[in-house]
Antibody
Framework: EVHLLESGGDLVQPGGSLRLSCAAS????????MSWVRQAPGRGLEWVAV????????FYADSVKGRFTISRDNSKNTLFLQMNNLRAEDTALYYC?????????????WGQGILVSVSS | DIQMTQSPSSVSASVGDRVTITCRASQDISSRLAWYQQKPGKAPKILIYSASSLQSGVPSRFSGSGSGTDFTLTISSLQPEDFATYYC?????????FGQGTRLEIK
């Protein structure tokens, strides 16, 4: 069974940094694209970033480009999201997601989410 | 960026009803569309991918259709557990984008 467990969420001041982690199990992590999707309180879903199996290619939403970095450690079955220069609008529940690649990238399995709050 | 617009934003229906939710893309996305269901306090769950492929384990009362710019999600006979919010998602281009959601409520 696929299991994705996020950690690292916290309350942080604007301009601060945070690193999210996602521990994956139950599937061949090294062979799976991975992504982060977020959801602000009471709002819809917003894709944040995606990383290919080897980590050589990454893509970002314009809203986080230059501030966030997605990475992975296949030896530890772990996905990361380094978030710098955080803004109030980054406040959201962040989901770690396993990507289903069938000619395109869909979000097959989701973690339970981790809350990031940005406020002074 | 490709804009995804769902309609209606909310709908009320009864158990046993047939419900259709529509998603329109701002440009041609071929069949690169998925549908998700999200219940309060829970993570989203994929229902349909590639516009019409049913994800393993999803009940057959859910179906998807469409290509190009217009897509539909149909629930053939609503069950109590189907009352939730539904999102479409395009996977044609980066950035990946979602519709704003359709809230399905009990009448």
């Amino acid at each position: 069974e696929v299991h994705l467990l996020e950690s690292g969420g916290d309350l942080v001041q604007p301009g601060g940094s945070l690193r999210l982690s996602c521990a994956a199990s139950g599937f061949p992590f090294y062979n799976s694209g991975m992504s982060w999707v977020r959801q602000a309180p009471g709002r819809g879903l917003e894709w944040v970033a995606v990383i290919t199996t080897s980590g050589t290619s990454t893509f970002y939403a314009d809203s986080v480009k230059g501030r966030f970095t997605i990475s992975r450690d296949n030896s530890k079955n772990t996905l990361f999201l380094q978030m710098n220069n955080l803004r109030a609008e980054d406040t959201a529940l962040y989901y770690c997601v396993k990507v289903l690649v069938v000619g395109a990238s869909y979000f097959e399995n989701w973690g339970q989410g981790i809350l990031v709050s940005v406020s002074s | 960026d490709i804009q995804m617009t769902q309609s209606p934003s909310s709908v009320s229906a009864s158990v046993g009803d047939r419900v259709t939710i529509t998603c329109r893309a701002s440009q041609d996305i071929s069949s690169r569309l998925a549908w998700y269901q999200q219940k309060p306090g829970k993570a989203p769950k994929i229902l349909i991918y590639s516009a019409s492929s049913l994800q393993s384990g999803v009940p057959s009362r859910f179906s998807g259709s469409g290509s190009g710019t217009d897509f539909t999600l149909t629930i053939s006979s609503l069950q109590p557990e189907d009352f939730a919010t539904y999102y479409c998602q395009q996977a044609k281009n980066f950035p990946i984008t979602f519709g704003q959601g359709t809230r399905l409520e009990i009448k």
